[in-house]
């Protein structure tokens, strides 16, 4: 079955660079997603990319996609503490737009 | 233009009793779906409405229902409440069926006693 896999905890520096590793094992992956949720908040859609795109960057934010290793990350350049949130990867797969969650990793920014 | 609401934000209720989540989703919008967190199983997904018409359901039993209005407005039931069914209960929007964005509301915390 469908399987996506995050690491529990990243801790940063302010200023420092995040990246948020993500696996996943289903090769027929259409879309691949990344949410931010703060706490008491529901998901916020950061940024998400097509199967067949390799990086997608949106201002501090860079989306890299390794199809072979079925591998995504998400860099996150000058890290600020409003950055601290839980962020989840979210893939769809097949012929299903309804995406399945890893566990989440929950990013600290520390001064 | 106004966000994703659900009602209530926090819930208390007891073993065996029943519950009733609320959802109204972006203006225009007409897909909703909604999703259970918990601390042990992450995000699942309990169905999609579109339509007034559930077109996908997640691997719930049938304790857990829905419905939806004509507005796009959406409801949510779960019956004879278990104490495993304390969870944060995330209702999201998208504008069609199948939208790759979907904007999640703050969620309901429902805690089962």
């Known amino acids: 079955g469908e399987d996506v896999e995050q690491s529990l905890f990243l801790s940063v520096r302010e200023g420092d660079s995040s990246v948020i590793n993500c696996t996943y094992t289903?090769?027929?992956?259409?879309?691949l997603y990344w949410y931010k949720q703060e706490p008491g908040a529901g998901l916020q859609l950061l940024t998400y990319?097509?199967?067949?795109?390799d990086m997608k960057q949106d201002q501090r934010l860079t989306v890299l996609l390794n199809k072979k290793d079925k591998h995504l990350s998400l860099r996150i350049a000058d890290t600020q503490t409003g950055d601290s949130a839980i962020y989840f990867c979210?893939?769809?797969?097949?012929?299903?737009?309804?995406?399945?969650f890893g566990r989440g990793t929950s990013l600290i920014v520390h001064p | 233009k106004a966000g994703v609401t659900q009602t209530p934000r926090y819930l208390i209720k007891t073993r065996g009793q029943q519950v009733t989540l609320s959802c109204s989703p972006i203006?225009?919008?007409?897909?909703v779906s909604w999703y259970q967190q918990t601390p042990g199983q992450g995000l699942q997904f309990l169905f999609e409405?579109?339509?007034?018409?559930?077109?996908n359901k997640g691997n719930f039993p049938g304790r857990f229902s829905g419905r939806q209005f004509s507005n796009s407005r959406s409801e949510m039931n779960v019956s004879t409440l278990e104490l495993g069914d304390s969870a944060l209960y995330l209702c999201?929007?998208?504008?069609?069926?199948?939208?790759?964005?979907?904007?999640f509301g703050p969620g309901t915390r429902l805690t089962v006693l």
């Open positions: 990319i097509f199967s067949n795109m």
């Open positions: 979210a893939e769809t797969f097949g012929g299903s737009y309804i995406p399945t």
């Open positions: 289903d090769s027929s992956s259409t879309y």
């Open positions: 409405y579109f339509s007034e018409t559930q077109r």
């Open positions: 999201a929007s998208s504008l069609a069926l199948g939208g790759n964005e979907q904007f």
């Open positions: 203006s225009g919008h007409r897909s």
